[in-house]
């Protein structure tokens, strides 16, 4: 006898959320959203969590401390819709803007969600994404990710590109941006467990099809330009006078 496809569906965002609720005081989780002014999480429930953001302070490094978050409006962000899937990222024209300010994309507040994601479009394939701008959303396909591991995984790529538009006014419509975002995402998401030989060809794999899904034709050289710089950018995970990241493995 089959379960009944709600019953599925409900199943999978709630177990989702119990990772979700794990994993967001995990170290590097914890230090990214420190970094960006987090300080509570709200609306707690089957598929859906509020960060609340203090949008007066934003700290480029984290003690690992005062990371912890407590139970407790947006503006535009990302003017695209960035897809994890298996295969490395698809992005998804959403809304532009016109506006040359970039201190304009200052996030709020943000919600993570978990849902049964589709097999088309920007979801087909996907094990999370971010949507925007209004509200800024970090979305989790439930029905792609089965373990805390993989949720911390892509929760962290997630971040990233949160963190790189937030704290270092990153603009990633432009290829060679995108591409450095990428690269660190990567490195820190799904090749933060490869050796030191591989994690460099891992990553390197994983953001130049990510950033080639936007960029077809110069995807690969952006990358190949911004790489050891990118791979040299651990914040926030390194504070000042540190010659290690927090929680380096290798």
């Known amino acids: ?77 990302v003017q695209r819709t960035l897809a994890t899937s298996f295969h490395g990222v698809s992005i998804n024209t959403n809304k532009t803007s016109n506006s040359p300010n970039k201190s304009s994309h200052a996030v709020n507040n943000i919600k993570i969600q978990c849902k049964q994601c589709s097999s088309e479009g920007v979801e087909g394939g996907a094990r999370a994404f971010v949507r925007g701008p209004d509200p800024v959303s970090i979305v989790l396909c439930a029905n792609r990710l089965g373990s805390k591991d993989e949720v911390e995984e892509v929760l ?11 704290v270092r006014n990153m603009d990633l419509r432009d290829c060679k941006q995108l591409a450095y975002s990428e690269v660190r995402a990567a490195r820190e998401a799904e090749c933060h467990s490869s050796s030191r030989f591989t994690k460099s060809i891992c990553t390197k794999q994983r953001a130049t099809v990510a950033t080639r899904n936007m960029f077809p034709d110069e995807g690969k050289d952006c990358v190949c330009d911004v790489f050891q710089s990118a791979m040299k950018d651990v914040s926030p995970f390194r504070l000042p006078g540190q010659k290690r990241p927090i929680n380096s493995e290798r």
């Open 1 to 77: 006898m089959t379960m009944p496809v709600e019953k599925t569906r409900n199943s999978d965002c709630s177990k989702c959320i119990q990772f979700l609720t794990s994993v967001l005081n995990a170290p590097r989780p914890r230090q990214l959203l420190a970094a960006m002014g987090a300080n509570a999480y709200t609306n707690i429930d089957h598929s859906e969590i509020n960060i609340e953001m203090n949008k007066n302070s934003l700290r480029t490094s984290t003690n690992e401390s005062s990371a912890q978050l407590r139970d407790g409006d947006v503006t535009p962000l």
């Open 156 to 166: 962290v790529h997630e971040l990233v590109h949160v963190y790189d538009v937030r």
